[in-house]
């Protein structure tokens, strides 16, 4: 096995159990739980897991998706975020390789994935998550800048400002959870990936909705949460933003 193989292998196996991790802070930190000293439980009937039932991914294979004391249903998308994040972090890594913007890919994977989590299960994007990444993202754009060195503090300002310009035309149809991420993507893509985005999440969100609609998942009174579809298209956005905006441009001329 090459020595990039097994580098490939061991983020996807990183991105495995930061997955799982992720998964729990998504859960609890909109609940101000604790996630680092309390082990995980049943949401069903309580009984603490042994290390054996954490096993990402594997777990959920081996107990059929079912918890081994009630045998209830275990929710699909803990194994979806934990194989998910495995697949980022290998993608990064592939993309990026060893060098500073690698932690700036990981760090914004990590924060999305919890941002995912979180909105999917509570509508809610929890303060306490976006501050612990925040000075985390400035730090990286001073040691790793963008070009121009301006573009990350543009992004900031414009995201932050769409969002509540969204928000005040709205009513509150966005809150201001989706503006304090656009904020910190901003800092993290710079101002052309940070328009991107928003752009992109707006496409995939009515896309999504038109599906669910008329699949008759959802309603058209039904809220949904948009931090998702941010998510995906920061992601989008951050790996592949610069030939997706020079072919804007390009079509354009």
């Given at each position: 096995?090459?020595?990039?193989?097994?580098?490939?292998?061991?983020?996807?196996?990183?991105?495995?159990?930061?997955?799982?991790?992720?998964?729990?802070?998504?859960?609890?930190?909109?609940?101000?739980?604790?996630?680092?000293?309390?082990?995980?439980?049943?949401?069903?009937?309580?009984?603490?897991?042994?290390?054996?039932?954490?096993?990402?991914?594997?777990?959920?294979?081996?107990?059929?998706?079912?918890?081994?004391?009630?045998?209830?249903?275990?929710?699909i998308m803990y194994p979806a975020i934990e194989l998910i994040t495995g697949l980022l972090f290998a993608f990064a890594y592939i993309k990026l390789?060893?060098?500073?913007?690698?932690?700036?890919?990981?760090?914004?994977?990590?924060?999305?994935?919890?941002?995912?989590?979180?909105?999917?299960?509570?509508?809610?994007?929890?303060?306490?998550?976006?501050?612990?990444?925040f000075p985390l993202f400035i730090l990286i754009r001073i040691v790793s800048p963008l070009t121009p060195w301006w573009s990350p503090i543009m992004?900031?300002?414009?995201?932050?400002?769409?969002?509540?310009?969204?928000?005040?035309?709205?009513?509150?149809?966005?809150?201001?959870?989706?503006?304090?991420?656009?904020?910190?993507?901003?800092?993290?893509?710079?101002?052309?990936?940070?328009?991107?985005?928003?752009?992109?999440?707006?496409?995939?969100?009515?896309?999504?909705?038109?599906?669910?609609?008329?699949?008759?998942?959802?309603?058209?009174?039904?809220?949904?949460?948009?931090?998702?579809?941010?998510?995906?298209?920061?992601?989008?956005?951050?790996?592949?933003?610069?030939?997706?905006?020079?072919?804007?441009?390009?079509?354009?001329?």
């Open positions: 096995m090459t020595p990039h193989l097994t580098l490939t292998l061991l983020f996807f196996l990183l991105g495995l159990v930061f997955g799982s991790f992720f998964n729990v802070v998504g859960l609890r930190a909109p609940q101000k739980l604790p996630f680092t000293a309390d082990r995980s439980i049943c949401p069903h009937c309580k009984n603490q897991l042994s290390w054996c039932e954490l096993i990402p991914l594997l777990s959920f294979i081996f107990q059929s998706g079912k918890c081994r004391h009630c045998q209830h249903g275990i929710s390789g060893l060098q500073i913007e690698l932690i700036a890919a990981l760090l914004l994977i990590a924060l999305l994935v919890i941002v995912f989590v979180s909105d999917m299960r509570y509508m809610l994007i929890p303060n306490n998550v976006l501050l612990f990444f992004g900031a300002l414009t995201g932050g400002a769409i969002i509540v310009i969204i928000i005040l035309a709205s009513r509150g149809g966005m809150g201001g959870g989706d503006m304090k991420l656009f904020v910190i993507i901003g800092i993290v893509l710079g101002l052309d990936n940070t328009l991107l985005t928003l752009l992109l999440a707006s496409v995939f969100g009515m896309v999504v909705g038109v599906v669910l609609l008329s699949l008759k998942i959802i309603n058209r009174k039904q809220p949904v949460p948009f931090g998702p579809y941010i998510a995906a298209a920061a992601i989008v956005a951050y790996f592949y933003g610069e030939p997706i905006v020079a072919w804007y441009f390009n079509f354009l001329s």
